[in-house]
């Protein structure tokens, strides 16, 4: 028989139309059976849950209040009742009942549907042997279902469903899990859960958390949110043990104090010091935003002297209007070994030096100004490092007939050290600079000269050699050039494009006696490949080195026909024509360091970086960094890297690392990694990092073991001692509202670079 298909219009069913609620569930998240926030796994998850089945589509929509009906059979009585048999649709606007009987009776108002029913909307599906939907009091009833939360992934049971237009969604005698059907690994049991229209939060009562049907806990009352809007709420919690804490408890509490601001309240038990509390305080306005972080640690009882411990850290940055905004990065701590002790979410252990800045910019088309207060926290003994209280920076730049530019660049500064032995010093510099700067396809071409004039004003020089007043005049002249050739190759059997791109560059600085001037904010800089044509070999003013000097360079690429570069090889040298004079300053025979850069794709899957200077005086390498990366997604790959430096400080650096993140089996994600001091034969740092991820719910493990830079009374840095610390968190998805803070995992992966610079 050929399905039956009739049309319902209002002025002849026109109780029916609200046959299908038009409330429309606000529920864009799980139910969040703790109140928890929503934690944001990361993307390593081996495993793609199954989305809740949604068949529901309106091919042609209906008009409101028209109701189509689809079945085999239909009876229709006086007007007043409609029973329709075998494979029954019915749909309207937003909704649709599939069932193998239905009845509408228009006297009592109602329609009751039958016999392996399902309900569909955008966010609901519901299947059930009865659905009794009330047109009288806008009221649908569902009784023994299943239900799935289309949006969400989200499925369960219930032993009654209610829908009503003025009270909302309820659910009694119910279950909840975002685990697949059949592979429930966790499931909230509840006599009832309530959501009503246009809330944010729903209610449930008297419900039971089970994992592997083992309850873990009960709450008799609690609210959860139902949107997407950030919600009052407890973060997933971190468990640990490290040889500095003993074993540690932290729980985050959200606070949604208002939708510019939010904070997170975590008390942390540490069974070797104590409580310690951890606030942060979050705010984020149309031209502001900005963070405020507190933590302090009573009476450390690991402390020979029970001593107070405390952090703060206050970061903003602001717009003042179009043209004008100010940056505060402020910070402080009780003692230099508290990093070390109790960690840091935004300092490593090693630093020993903790910024302190506030500034204030100014951006236009030609002028750019700069106001910034320079301090630092110093941990241990390490020399005092000068603060620029204030440092005042001024660049203007304009373009000038036939391709010309003028700049000037200037600099007040006022430099002072917490030393009170210590040289204090005004410096103020000045540099304008005409250049012709033209560029092509096929190369570049850079004519530049510029006066450099300094003046210093220096105080508590006594014992000294330095002098009260200086004045340096320099001036530079620079010519630089740049060509690129282009052929067409063969490379593994694919048609590439081959460049050829050599350079050079003429740089002349005269010389001034500078031994008279104390060394505040400058530091000799290293000439990898870019650095050859830098031009300069210090940091800040104090010393600006004489030059005469031919710096030549080559690069060629290998670029394949999606314009990726597959391959780079630049080698480059500075060839000196005079001596250099100014103190500190320094050079190889006539030639500076060989440098040479490889970046090489080699494959689809293998990539390689590599720097290396070789000196030419002594035919040895003199600085190295070699990493090689087999990769096949973004958390699959391995890499090993070697850093060499034959001088630093006095000192060789050899090291070896090596970094790797990988799914080892369905479900399960490992990462590590590990560095070794090759001239000490001992390992610095070791970590490791496992992951279950199932498509509901997570477990991370992770165990690290590092060098400790602890400073003894009289602060001098130990690096000999070990720091061993293991941490596990759970994550059950679904039943979370935000983030749950740090991923211990991501962690792991701490300091990885790609081995390269290319796309």
Request: charged share 25%.
């Amino acid at each position: 028989m050929k399905p039956l298909k009739l049309e319902l219009n209002p002025r002849d069913f026109n109780h029916y139309q609200a046959a299908f609620l038009p409330y429309r569930m606000k529920i864009k998240q799980p139910l969040h059976v703790l109140c928890f926030s929503v934690c944001s796994l990361s993307a390593v998850a081996q495993e793609t849950c199954p989305a809740p089945a949604n068949t529901f589509v309106v091919e042609k929509r209906l008009p409101n209040g028209q109701i189509q009906v689809i079945s085999n059979m239909t009876s229709i009585q006086q007007d007043n009742f409609a029973e329709f048999e075998g494979d029954v649709e019915i749909t309207n606007k937003d909704s649709q009942i599939i069932a193998n009987k239905a009845q509408i009776n228009r006297t009592t108002q109602q329609l009751i549907a039958t016999g392996d029913v399902s309900y569909q909307n955008s966010q609901l599906s519901v299947t059930s042997q009865k659905v009794l939907l009330n047109t009288q009091n806008n009221r649908m009833e569902i009784a023994d279902t299943q239900y799935e939360l289309t949006t969400l992934n989200a499925r369960g049971q219930a032993e009654l469903l209610v829908v009503d237009q003025t009270q909302g969604l309820e659910l009694n005698g119910v279950t909840f899990s975002t685990c697949p059907t059949g592979q429930e690994d966790w499931l909230v049991h509840a006599d009832s859960i309530t959501v009503k229209p246009d809330e944010t939060r729903g209610v449930a009562r008297n419900a039971f958390f089970y994992v592997q049907d083992i309850p873990i806990f009960y709450l008799p009352y609690y609210s959860f949110p139902v949107t997407d809007a950030r919600e009052t709420g407890l973060l997933f919690p971190q468990i640990g043990s490290s040889s500095s804490t003993g074993f540690a408890y932290e729980q985050p509490y959200y606070l949604n104090l208002d939708p510019q601001y939010d904070a997170t309240i975590t008390p942390r038990y540490m069974t070797k010091r104590g409580l310690q509390l951890k606030t942060e305080f979050r705010y984020l306005t149309e031209n502001n935003s900005g963070q405020i972080d507190i933590e302090y640690l009573p009476n450390d009882s690991d402390s020979t002297t029970n001593e107070d411990r405390y952090f703060y850290r206050f970061t903003h940055k602001g717009a003042l209007s179009d043209d004008w905004e100010v940056n505060v990065d402020f910070n402080g701590l009780s003692d230099d070994n508290y990093i070390v002790d109790l960690g840091s979410d935004y300092y490593n252990s090693a630093d020993t030096h903790l910024f302190r800045t506030l500034g204030l910019h100014y951006y236009s088309d030609a002028l750019n100004a700069s106001l910034q207060l320079r301090d630092f926290e110093i941990l241990g003994d390490h020399d005092d490092t000068y603060r620029a209280l204030p440092e005042l920076k001024l660049d203007y730049v304009t373009d000038l007939p036939a391709g010309f530019k003028f700049d000037i660049h200037s600099e007040l500064a006022r430099f002072d050290n917490a030393n009170g032995t210590s040289p204090k010093a005004t410096r103020a510099h000045i540099a304008p600079t005409l250049s012709l700067p033209l560029e092509n396809s096929w190369g570049e071409f850079l004519a530049e000269t510029s006066v450099m004039h300094t003046v210093y004003r220096q105080e508590d020089i006594e014992g000294t050699d330095l002098s009260r007043d200086v004045s340096r005049t320099l001036g530079q002249a620079k010519l630089y050039g740049a060509l690129v050739f282009e052929r067409q190759a063969n490379w593994f059997g694919g048609n590439v494009t081959q460049t050829l791109e050599p350079r050079a560059q003429y740089l002349y600085t005269s010389y001034e006696d500078q031994s008279d001037i104390g060394l505040y904010d400058t530091t000799r800089l290293f000439n990898d490949f870019a650095g050859l044509f830098r031009g300069q070999e210090f940091t800040g003013l104090d010393r600006i080195s004489d030059k005469n000097q031919v710096t030549l360079g080559i690069t060629s690429r290998i670029i394949d026909e999606d314009n990726r570069e597959q391959f780079k090889l630049s080698l480059g040298q500075i060839f000196y024509l005079e001596d250099n004079k100014v103190t500190a300053a320094s050079k190889e025979d006539d030639r500076s360091a060989l440098a040479a850069e490889l970046d090489w794709r080699i494959g689809s899957k293998w990539l390689a970086h590599s720097e290396v200077q070789v000196s030419t005086q002594t035919d040895k390498v003199e600085r190295s960094s070699i990493g090689l990366e087999y990769r096949l997604a973004r958390d699959k790959m391995l890499q090993i890297n070697h850093r060499f430096v034959r001088d630093l400080s006095g000192e060789q650096i050899s090291q070896l690392g090596l970094t790797a993140s990988w799914p080892i089996a369905q479900d399960w994600y490992w990462v590590g990694r590990w560095y070794r001091d090759i001239d000490r034969h001992r390992t610095i740092e070791s970590y490791t990092g496992l992951q279950y991820e199932s498509c509901c719910w997570a477990l991370r493990i992770v165990a690290q073991r590092q060098l400790t830079s602890r400073f003894d009374d009289n602060g001098l840095q130990s690096t000999d001692e070990f720091d061993s610390g293991i941490a596990i968190q759970f994550l059950f998805k679904g039943i979370g509202g935000d983030s749950s803070g740090r991923d211990m995992l991501r962690d792991g992966l701490f300091g990885y670079r790609q081995p390269y610079l290319l796309d």
